[in-house]
């Protein structure tokens, strides 16, 4: 009974991190073959002064910190439909019509999902035993276009993105500013035709 739970608890495991085409191939020990998606929307964020922060915190306390900003923006992700394909450090990454088809959707769901992400951002407490330590500050970037995934590595195997699709969201993120999001050009124009009264500014 203990190893039927373990392997039912490893299973629904695979769901959480992967897509569930990805993981129905994995859990069936079949290998899965890169695969090109031809108009994705990728969101980037990190934390701003960071290195500060991390500095002036213990290592759990950043830790505690991250969980509480990384569980945020997961229940987000979920309200708006966003696939969370990794964090590293303090940066949170994800992406939309990879998953499910959101093509009439997809630079919509991420451009709500990055106002939210902001304003929860605001709430979240530096260190939860000193107030005056502030709240955090992220900044945003997001880009449209191709990417291929692929699962990378047997030991602990990861779910990936590659692309310039990427390089291009992750550039957006860096000249991005604290509690702002910056947009590609052609996220800009599909997002025009997704939600036309959406604000944008140059």
């Known amino acids: 009974n203990t190893r039927l ?3 039912v608890a490893a299973g629904d495991m695979l769901y959480k991190v ?3 085409k990805v993981a129905d191939m994995l859990k069936a020990g ?5 695969e090109t998606h031809n108009n994705v929307t990728v969101f980037f964020s990190d934390i701003v002064r960071f290195t ?3 500095r002036a915190l213990s290592p759990v306390k950043v830790c505690q910190m991250l969980d ?7 229940a987000l992700a979920n309200k708006h439909e966003v696939f969370k394909v990794e964090t590293i450090g303090d940066a949170w990454v ?4 990879l998953e499910e088809n959101q093509s009439s959707t997809h630079v919509k769901r991420i451009a709500e999902f990055a106002i939210e992400a902001v304003a929860a951002a605001s709430t979240i407490m530096i260190d939860e035993d000193d107030p005056s330590s502030g709240t955090l500050h992220i900044r945003v970037g997001f880009h449209s276009g191709p990417v ?7 030991l602990n195997p990861r779910y990936a993105l590659f692309g310039d699709t990427m390089n291009t969201a992750a550039r957006m993120e860096g000249l991005s500013t604290s509690d702002r999001i910056q947009c590609s050009e052609a996220s800009a124009r599909i997002l025009k035709e997704q939600a036309p ?3 944008l500014r140059r």
């Open 5 to 7: 739970r373990t392997e």
């Open 52 to 54: 500060d922060i991390s």
């Open 148 to 154: 291929v995934s692929n699962v990378i590595g047997s």
């Open 94 to 97: 994800g992406v939309t019509n």
């Open 68 to 74: 509480r900003l990384y569980l945020a923006f997961d």
């Open 197 to 199: 009264g959406f604000p």
């Open 18 to 20: 992967f897509p569930k």
């Open 30 to 34: 079949r290998k899965v073959e890169p």
